[in-house]
């Protein structure tokens, strides 16, 4: 293990705390220290004994429970006997824990004095994990998981549905196991295949995880595009009605939801009421990026219904498609999230208020939702919020489409200075999005995550100026080997 046993406080804590004070002298912490917790924070006292590896018993820790403080903060006092924690909430004395949890790994458990006084800029700090291109393991997404929430992460918005892989188990619908999950290997002459749906118990498994570390869930159901492998399972749901096949290639298909026809309606009904049964969080996120509408375009049935809606234009179903999705997920209990496309073709229909939008091809889209009132997420593939992209411009990177290097990352502000304060009042947050069509393998997918998604975390919590931030790349690299994940090391830009 690398430590940095004699630095300061300061000099080691990244997020960077609102308010940090260093002291004089350490906390030793071992086995033998004991943590106490009140009554509401009796479950945080269990995670750090398990997760700072010391016991139950005494008040050398001690979580107490302070109110009126604001549902993410914390205060964190380490002095030479003890350590106290001070929250309103379980959340607050997480995110206290992590913080403890942070310096714990960077001085071998020598803990330096300091005072910290914490809490988030932003209330979304997300990241997204496709894993319709490429699955990951049921390990391997709690690893990420947990790191992310060290880093005071809070949601994790899971892609499991796209052109290449649908991975979502519903009732009824035997053949989405069976045709939509799998698709074949076409560089191989043996006819592989690749995928398969997770289990209820494994998605529960995940759910179950992420609620201990403090972390939402938002699965993904794209629509009315991307939809390649559900059409190969049910082709009754495109335009032409197929044959369609899951496709082992990447892009932008043509065959998408077919708008004229309600059984589409009525399989999205059903799968948004299992999906929201089995996933417990408020979201969900129904994509809407990338839908061609050529296929709209030729279909007498999405025809009949622009003469029915008196649209002069094909692009504006998808705002139809967005506006009906958007009643689904509402009558299921949840709040809709979608895409940036799904601002366009509203001339007419409008889009509903409570949608949010998650903005991706730059700032732009976010902007002019927020002027139209939607609640926004930041996550621009212009500055930095795209993993899949490489760390560099160089043929010697991994890497896919364009270029996020660390700099851009430690720059990224999901509401710059020259925003109006009316705009940026509805900007909830922003997030790191990780597609994996070149990602095969976990250690890939470590390898573009980090430390950029470190970074990131820290623009998310207390937005800082990029050197300030750059300053901490040592430590954030310290940090990725004792925590054992492939990390980026080469140039800053
Ligand atoms: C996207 O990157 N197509 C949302
Ligand atoms: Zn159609």
Redesign the pocket.
């Known amino acids: 293990m690398r430590t940095h046993q004699q630095m300061k406080a300061s000099s080691l804590l990244f997020p960077h705390p609102r308010h940090l004070e260093d002291k004089e002298g350490v906390f030793r912490l071992h086995e033998t220290t004991s943590v106490a917790a009140e009554p509401l924070l009796n479950a945080i006292g269990d995670q750090c004994a398990v997760l700072l590896g010391c016991k139950r018993g005494g008040e050398d820790i001690l979580f107490k429970v302070q109110k009126e403080m604001a549902e993410e903060a914390y205060r964190l006092t380490i002095t030479k006997n003890q350590i106290v924690i001070r929250s309103s909430t379980p959340i607050g004395s997480f995110r206290a824990l992590s913080t403890l949890r942070r310096l714990a790994l960077l001085t071998d458990n020598i803990l330096p004095c300091c005072l910290v006084e914490d809490e988030p800029s932003y209330s979304w700090r997300g990241f997204m994990l496709d894993c319709s291109r490429h699955m990951f393991s049921v390990p391997f997404i709690k690893k990420l998981i947990d790191i992310a929430s060290l880093f005071h992460l809070n949601r994790f918005h899971w892609h499991l549905t796209d052109d290449q892989g649908w991975r979502i188990p519903l009732e009824g619908y035997e053949k989405l196991e069976t045709t939509a999950s799998k698709r074949t290997e076409s560089q191989y002459t043996d006819g592989r295949t690749y995928g398969r749906l997770y289990t209820k118990e494994e998605i529960l498994e995940i759910q179950a995880y992420a609620h201990e570390h403090h972390m939402l869930i938002i699965p993904e159901l794209e629509t009315p595009g991307h939809v390649s492998a559900l059409l190969a399972a049910y082709p009754e749901l495109g335009c032409t009605k197929g044959p369609y096949t899951v496709p082992d290639s990447w892009g932008i298909f043509e065959e998408v939801l077919c708008a004229g026809n309600e059984g589409v309606f009525t399989f999205l009904e059903d799968a948004i009421a299992q999906i929201s049964e089995l996933f417990s969080d408020p979201y969900i996120h129904i994509g809407g990026?990338?839908c061609p509408h050529r296929a709209w375009e030729a279909c007498p049935a999405c025809r009949n219904r622009m003469k029915e809606l008196d649209l002069q234009h094909a692009h504006q179903l998808q705002a139809y498609m967005t506006s009906r999705i958007c009643k689904l997920v509402e009558k299921a209990g949840k709040r809709p999230i979608g895409?940036d496309e799904v601002l366009e073709g509203t001339e007419l229909l409008g889009l509903p208020k409570d949608l949010i939008v998650m903005s991706?091809r730059g700032l732009g889209g976010g902007i002019e939702a927020s002027k139209r009132g939607h609640q926004v997420i930041m996550s621009p593939?212009t500055a930095g919020c795209?993993f899949d992209y490489k760390h560099l411009d160089s043929e010697e990177e991994m890497g896919n489409l364009g270029v996020s290097t660390l700099r851009d990352v430690a720059s990224f502000a999901c509401t710059p200075p020259s925003l109006d304060p009316s705009v940026r009042q509805n900007i909830l947050g922003g997030q790191a999005?990780l597609?994996t069509e070149k990602v095969t393998s976990s250690k890939q997918a470590e390898y573009l995550l980090f430390p950029r998604l470190m970074f990131m975390a820290g623009q998310l919590w207390n937005p800082q100026q990029t050197e300030t931030n750059l300053a901490k790349r040592e430590v954030l690299q310290m940090l990725c080997d004792n925590l054992g994940v492939l990390s980026y090391r080469g140039p800053l830009s």
């Open positions: 990026d990338e895409w991706w593939n795209y999005n597609w």
